[in-house]
């Protein structure tokens, strides 16, 4: 490529992004661009199955039917949010063993919130409720990312995160309104679900790596702690309705500011948590490679039928180059 050219492509792809137009995967795009969005759609996929696991403990001790049926629904709808958005990752040019191998060597990351524990049944609610109505304040926005197959993937999944926050709040409302035991183990479950919910926006603006440029690009729309602050905006109404405290001294409105104010959060705990040392850390990464390792026979199954579909459909077209044969289209 002359500079001429590559002066010429970047200065498209700037007034594309600049006019809110959608990169598609044949575009051209900064190498740097890929990157990111690489890194950052790796990221999300990773939290989507690694989150499975804390609520997946709950399943088999779901005190109904109906509530295990729902638990069960949720649990593979986060599977299916993992298989969009690796696929997603798939049309920059990587492949998903690729990521799976740097989710499972430590090289990329999952959202630190999975490296909780579930020691309750209203942890299930408090995920919901918090956890997933996070992750919708945060990725409301992504469904007017830049890049076109991260964006349509987030419609898809926002979708279903709502039913998720729905399904935790309505969940810890039963708890909330049932006996005093249950109402202490709901208003438990939020006193330690309230801070890492408000650590999943990530580092205040000024210590956050790659906010800026991620801005620039279109790929983010709003700061970390623009996000922070619209999701206890809309949390504290909510915990009032449901009749549980948010574990906060500080948190009160500012007339001024027209904004909830709230305390420190500590953030020596997130980056700590971050480097590996939370209490499950060891436990989600560990029980990710044992599934992978289980499911090695079920990939090759699958990459042997597929071998052998293609071998049948090529021989079926040298056999019958016209295609007259309307079977062999089928
Ligand atoms: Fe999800
Ligand atoms: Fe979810």
Known sequence: MTADLGAQLAAAFDAAVAADERVEPRDW????????????????AHSEIIGMQPEANWITRAPSLRRKAILMAKVQDEAGHGLYLYSAAETLGTSRDELLDKLHSGKQKYSSIFNYPTLTWAD?????WLVDGAAITNQVPICRCSYGPYA??????????????????????????GTEAQHAMAQDAVDRW?????MMF???????????????????????????????????????????????????????????DFGAIDWAEFWDVLKGNGPCNEQRI???????????????????????QTAQQAAQQAANPAGQNEEARV
């Open 29 to 44: 795009m900064p190498d740097e661009y890929r990157a990111s969005l690489v890194r950052q759609m790796a990221q999300h």
């Open 194 to 198: 309230w801070w890492p919910s408000l």
């Open 286 to 308: 560990g029980q990710r490679r044992k599934a992978h390792e289980e499911g090695a026979w079920v990939r090759d199954a699958a990459a042997a039928y597929a071998r052998k």
């Open 202 to 260: 990530g580092p205040p603006d000024d210590e956050s790596a790659h906010s800026a440029q991620s801005m620039a690009w279109r790929i983010k729309r709003h700061s970390n702690d623009e996000l922070r602050q619209r999701f206890v905006d809309i949390a504290v109404p909510q915990a009032e309705s449901l009749g549980l405290t948010l574990p906060d001294p500080d948190l009160k409105w500012n007339e001024e500011r027209g904004h909830h």
């Open 124 to 128: 299930v609610g408090a995920i919901g």
């Open 152 to 177: 349509r993937a987030m419609v898809r999944i926002c979708k279903e995160e709502s039913f998720h926050q729905r399904q935790g709040y309505e969940l810890l409302l039963a708890l909330s309104r």
